[in-house]
């Protein structure tokens, strides 16, 4: 569709200004103009989409995504599941994640060593809808570390490829570069659902963390660090991480090292697996008891400070919460915008601009992803009713009467729904 004028909108443009009635034109797949409404905008031959006063903003990004889990209620079960019908599985998450409003994902994770580099090649071509990914490696862990499901008279493997020493690593994170990845993915601490690899063990060496971070550097590629201790923390800003995951157990001289790093490092706590295992897995055999009995309870609480602290020092904390299992299912993702607000205390616009205007960042699209603004990637919802008021609209695919990515509609304008919702 060459162009389109989104008209009568409440326009939030993702850069924390309020929202005003306004008009989008898009051409091609940019972004042409924002003007308030009434104000003259060259639109000749332009597809018209009357908002009837609904929300227009940037498409939601998922900072911490992983395509290519199942929903599994296991890491062993995800290692069982064929490459091919792994394949068809993850192209139907890409879709289900482009329908609740994500344009963009960055990974923070594969499951299997070329799964998120087929399927960001597949949807880059126009072979499959999905979001703009950033293709991740499968995550580098040591025996015994997060990820190393193995038994000793038994193969088995799940998101994980397993080295010890700094040249397996240095060698496995070249062979990632190979096969075409955006990210690496190390595993410095562990989680505490492991028994033997809780979250605040590191169970990387320096030497480890620093042979991926060299590779990166040598390959202009990212590494993201699995990093809840804060020893795991300290080591992977040392060696140049810019994406940490969860840093919830962060101490006082951590805290101190990512403000000095504020502005080339990003946080995502994943606080939507820890909520869910907390509140919602019994049916699983994770009842609230088992989950506090693991610990999980106490690290969220202290995650939670954490992360307020980090706020204040202008770290920038983006939404994602390790969505793919079975009682954090692919799909529910935007729920941690709603997280960001009742747990962290984030207004409703901070909490949609970490998912946005951040979002852009992290992907390293700053500059063209995330804002309705001229001259950006036409990245657009459009939302019956306003998220500002109440973030939970955001988790109903059915208010989003819109989803356009790169200026072409996945879902067409849905108005006479809309209206009808507006009678009833």
């Known amino acids: 569709m060459a162009k389109v004028l989104f008209k009568n909108v409440n326009v939030l443009d993702g850069t924390g200004a309020p929202p005003f009635t306004g008009q989008v034109l898009v051409e091609g797949n940019r972004i042409k103009a924002v003007a308030p409404q009434g104000t003259a905008v060259a639109s000749d031959g332009a ?156 169970v990387m060496t320096e030497a480890e963390i620093e042979a991926v971070c060299e590779v990166g550097r040598m390959h202009d590629k990212r590494v993201a660090a699995h990093a809840r201790s804060a020893e795991s923390v300290k080591l992977s800003l040392k060696h140049g991480v810019e994406v940490i995951y969860h840093a919830t157990l962060v101490d006082d001289e951590a805290c101190a090292q990512l403000e000095a ?62 969505y793919g299992f079975a009682w954090n299912p692919i799909g529910t993702n935007a729920r941690d915008i709603e997280h960001f607000v009742s747990l962290l205390g984030f207004s409703p616009m901070d909490a949609i601009l970490s998912a946005t205007k951040l979002g852009g960042e992290i992907m390293m699209m700053g500059n063209e992803l995330g804002q309705i603004r001229p001259g950006y990637l036409a990245d657009i919802l459009l939302v019956d009713g306003n998220p500002l008021t109440n973030v939970k609209i955001l988790q109903d695919a059915d208010k989003l009467l819109a989803v356009m990515k790169d200026g072409q509609f996945h879902k067409q304008p849905d108005m006479a729904a809309a209206a009808r919702r507006q009678v009833a």
Request: neutral net charge.
């Open 47 to 202: 597809h018209m989409v009357d908002g009837g006063g609904a929300t227009l903003m940037p498409g939601l990004v998922e900072a911490h995504s992983h395509l290519t889990f199942l929903d599994t209620a296991d890491l062993e079960s995800l290692g069982f599941v064929p490459p091919e019908e792994h394949t068809l599985r993850t192209a139907k998450n890409a879709r289900k994640l482009l329908e609740q409003g994500f344009t963009a994902c960055n990974s923070a994770a594969s499951a299997k060593a070329r799964l998120d580099v087929v399927i960001r090649n597949a949807i880059d071509a126009g072979d499959i809808p999905g979001p703009r990914t950033r293709a991740a490696s499968p995550e580098l862990a040591t025996t015994a570390g997060l990820g190393d499901v193995r038994l000793r008279h038994m193969h088995r493997e799940t998101f994980a490829i397993i080295c010890d020493g700094p040249e397996e690593f240095r060698k496995t994170a070249r062979e990632m570069v190979r096969e075409g990845v955006d990210t690496l993915k190390i595993n410095p601490s562990g989680d505490e659902f492991v028994p033997h690899c809780r979250a605040h063990h590191t």
């Open 261 to 322: 790093a504020r502005d080339r490092v990003f946080v995502a706590p994943t606080l939507g697996i820890s909520y869910t295992t907390l509140n919602e897995a019994t049916k699983w055999g994770i009842t609230t008891q088992v989950a506090e009995s693991l610990g999980i309870r106490r690290e969220l609480e202290v995650a939670i400070g954490n992360m307020k602290e980090l706020k204040k020092r202008g770290v920038r904390i983006l939404p994602g919460g390790d």
